[in-house]
């Protein structure tokens, strides 16, 4: 058996066995009742979210970039509390901060999901929002036979590893794609959202166009804590 053959039947038990659940989130304490979830590195990318316990619930900040990874997220949220999560923030309208609002929403329908008017807007816009779904859906099984190509041709053995990792990760994303139904917000605002809950406040606020038109930040004033979506990534502000 040729090493293409053999790697297509690997790449067929990936895509039809399930895999043994991994955490895909690094999940920090940060404050009383916050967490940071960390992405680890997996393909689609994820953002980063963040856990906020309420008074009687959770709000959650960034739902990663597809229903399955969100509900990676769900089960290591649930290893932190009993809690329903009840609020969820999108800071933008990028898919991979609301992609997941799907399997949220599934998993507790009672949550509300708020972003920016602009966020939102966006995230409906024909050239924004979820066109770039199918998009995906057409183009990437024709580049990852350009992959599959460069395999059978490579003989190194990290190259190799890097691109077996690639068509396998892709590859379990273009098929979850099929049945994905984006989740946008349902309620918006202009300025600010203040959330007055028994626990805690929280502040989440537009403050003029950063890393999208709509980036909006979550602030909990007696933590001092402040989730800010993209707008910083790593040293390096987008604004």
Not at 7 to 17: G, K, N, R
Not at 76 to 91: A, C, F, G, H
Not at 138 to 148: A, F, G, L, N, V
Not at 173 to 195: D, N, S
Request: aromatic letters at 8%.
């Amino acid at each position: 058996m040729t090493a293409l053959k053999s790697f297509a039947l690997f790449l067929l038990l990936a895509l039809t066995i399930p895999a043994a659940a991994e955490d895909l989130f690094e999940v920090k304490p940060v404050a009383d009742g916050v967490w940071a979830a960390i992405a680890k590195p997996h393909r689609p990318e994820n953002g980063n979210s963040a856990v906020i316990e309420l008074d009687r619930g959770l709000l959650v900040v960034d739902t990663a970039s597809t229903p399955s990874s969100a509900r990676g997220l769900i089960r290591q949220i649930r290893k932190l509390t009993s809690k329903p999560v009840i609020w969820i923030v999108n800071t933008h309208y990028h898919w991979d901060h609301y992609w997941g609002n799907e399997a949220f929403v599934e998993a507790w329908p009672q949550a509300r999901i708020v972003s920016s008017e602009a966020a939102r807007r966006d995230m409906q816009s024909a050239e924004l929002g979820n066109p770039l779904l199918a998009t995906w859906q057409k183009e990437i099984p024709s580049t990852m036979e350009k992959w599959k190509a460069a395999l059978g041709k490579s003989t190194d053995a990290s190259e190799r590893a890097r691109l077996e990792d690639r068509i396998v990760q892709w590859g379990a994303a273009v098929e979850e794609f099929k049945r994905m139904h984006p989740v946008l917000p349902g309620a918006t605002f202009e300025k600010e959202f203040i959330l007055h809950d028994a626990r805690r406040q929280v502040e989440v606020l537009w403050l003029g166009g950063a890393h999208t038109p709509g980036d909006v930040v979550v602030y909990l004033p007696e933590s001092r804590v402040l989730v800010s979506g993209d707008m910083l990534a790593g040293d390096t502000p987008y604004i």
